[in-house]
Structures are given as structure tokens and as C-alpha cells.
């Protein structure tokens, strides 16, 4: 069995890296030939076909859209797919999903697309905007990782700034869901299963992320938050993901973000749940 794992072309961040090693290590152990590769023309349209080199299947840890879409055409297996990856790398597309099946969300608004970066900012969209999601809210660009392009804003005026300096980039602001200090709750879910659930904490910043300072702890699953995280991820169809659970004061989850790659070392650690192993195992198998 020979199977194929994709970087980023231009990866730089060492938990990247070490994500895909440990993958690689766990399909290993089950009898894999496995090739780590970045993603560099990976596979190619050929006259009227689109070929590439033959694996027997694809664990896809890029984000990168057009190349998901060129090795699924190929006839390779990806995990996770192509259309899943593109939905959740565009946190928009990952709301309206999600909110399309009546799942619970905090509120948001998104931010019409300019073209011009020296347009006016719309005082009455921004007005709209106050009045949806009151202060302070929540402004996110739709593509970032690592809590990155996810701002907390206080005011009118921060919310003006803010519309102007994104006025081009696609962005929308969500409802600040009020958890305590940084504080969220990852369930990382393999093939239909929570395999293990981590509660972060962030003492110095709203965004819980371990990267930019979080510290996790192991949070028991029960059936409710179990239930919840595989019908995210069936909806989005997902063989891997980490969902990222919001708990407001008034004791609802709601669905703050879906990962499609989500990172796994931080649980693996807190939780003593081999997650990398629990995904090969299923890979394997499907």
C-alpha cells in the first residue's frame, strides 16, 4: 500500500511538520509505504486528462484548493476531500453550511466584498453591524489559521478601522459568545467518532489557540458534545476534523469553528488518546 501525504508547499510551522510525521509514522506501522511531499506539482492536466503519480490513497494536509481538486480528479482517494477541505478553509462557507442544517452558531454578519481599497467605508452597513452583534464583537477574516485574523473589537470606532484596513480581504463579524477567559472546548472526531476532547485556555488573549499561548486540559466527552461534533462533521463530510465548541453563560454550545486539519499533539498529550493512529487506522481500513 502505498500512500501519499501532503504539506504546503512553503511550510514553515514545526507543528505542521510534526503532523505529518506522526501520521506518517502510524501508516507505517500498519504496512504503508508512505511518502511525506510538499506540494508542488503534485499532478498535472495532461491534454484531456488529469494524471498523477499512483498512491493508493491521499492524506491531504494542505490547504491549498486547487491542488485537492486536481489529485481527487486523478482518481486518488483524499483525505480528507476535496470539496470538505475548500468548505472549511473558508470559515464563511463553513457558517452557512453549518447554519443550513440548523446547527447552533453565534450570530454573524458578513461584510460585502469590496474591490476598491480606496472606497468610503459604508457608515450604515457598520451601523447594521452594532445593532446585529452589540460590542464587543468578534471581526474574522475567512481564511486564517492559528487564531490568526481573528479580532476582538470593543467599539464603534475600533469596528471602523477595522472595516477600513479589511475593506478588501473577505471577512464577517460574529457575535462575542462570552466563555469566561479564552476558553473553548476542541473535539477532534475520526471517522464518525470523538476520539477525545481538550478544553483550552487562554489566560492572556480572548483566542484560546495553544499556539498562541493556550494551555489544554483533558474534558470527559458525554453523549450530548459527542452527538453534537459528529453531525458537524458528517454535515461537512469529514473523515478528520477538530470542532471548536464555544459554552456561553447560558450553558448552549455553539459552533465557533471546524478544522479540517486540526492539530493533534496538544490532545494526544492531555488526553493519552493516540489520535494519529486512530486516523491511520481508519484510513487504512475505508
Given amino acids: 500500500m502505498k500512500v501519499l501525504v501532503v504539506e504546503n508547499a512553503y511550510i514553515k510551522n514545526q507543528s505542521q511538520i510534526s503532523q505529518a510525521e506522526r501520521i506518517a509514522e502510524e501508516l507505517t506501522l500498519l504496512g504503508a509505504a508512505v511518502d511525506i511531499k510538499r506540494n508542488f506539482n503534485l499532478a498535472q492536466i495532461s491534454g484531456n486528462r488529469i494524471t498523477a503519480q499512483g498512491y493508493d490513497f491521499c492524506v491531504f494536509l494542505d490547504k491549498d484548493r486547487v491542488a485537492a481538486r486536481l489529485l481527487e480528479k486523478s482518481g486518488m482517494r483524499l483525505f480528507n476531500p476535496a470539496q470538505a477541505i475548500e468548505t472549511c478553509d473558508d470559515k464563511m462557507l463553513t457558517n452557512i453550511a453549518l447554519a443550513s442544517a440548523d ?11 469590496c ?11 457598520l451601523k447594521e453591524v452594532e445593532k446585529a452583534l452589540g460590542f464587543p464583537l468578534v471581526a474574522k477574516t475567512n481564511y486564517g489559521s492559528l487564531g490568526a485574523g481573528v479580532t476582538l473589537i470593543k467599539n464603534a470606532e475600533e469596528l471602523k478601522a477595522y472595516e477600513k484596513r479589511n475593506l478588501t480581504l473577505p471577512h464577517f463579524y460574529q457575535k462575542f459568545i462570552d466563555c469566561g477567559c479564552g476558553e473553548d472546548i476542541r473535539v477532534l472526531v475520526v471517522g464518525g467518532k470523538c476520539v477525545c476532547a481538550m478544553k483550552r485556555r487562554n489566560e492572556n488573549d480572548f483566542r484560546s489557540n495553544i499556539e498562541l499561548g493556550g494551555k489544554g486540559e483533558n474534558y470527559p466527552l458525554d453523549s450530548k458534545l459527542s452527538e453534537l461534533c459528529v453531525q458537524v462533521a458528517q454535515t461537512l463530510s469529514l473523515d478528520y476534523c477538530g470542532v471548536d465548541i464555544l459554552v456561553g453563560k447560558d450553558g448552549k454550545f455553539y459552533i465557533c469553528e471546524v478544522n479540517s486539519n486540526a492539530f493533534f499533539a496538544a490532545a494526544e498529550k ?17
Fill in 270 to 286: 492531555v488526553c493519552g488518546v493516540n489520535v494519529a493512529k486512530a486516523y491511520a487506522e481508519y484510513m487504512v481500513k475505508n
Fill in 115 to 125: 474591490y476598491h481599497a480606496e472606497s468610503d467605508v459604508n457608515g450604515g452597513f
Fill in 103 to 113: 446547527f447552533n452558531l453565534p450570530d454573524c454578519v458578513y461584510a460585502p466584498l
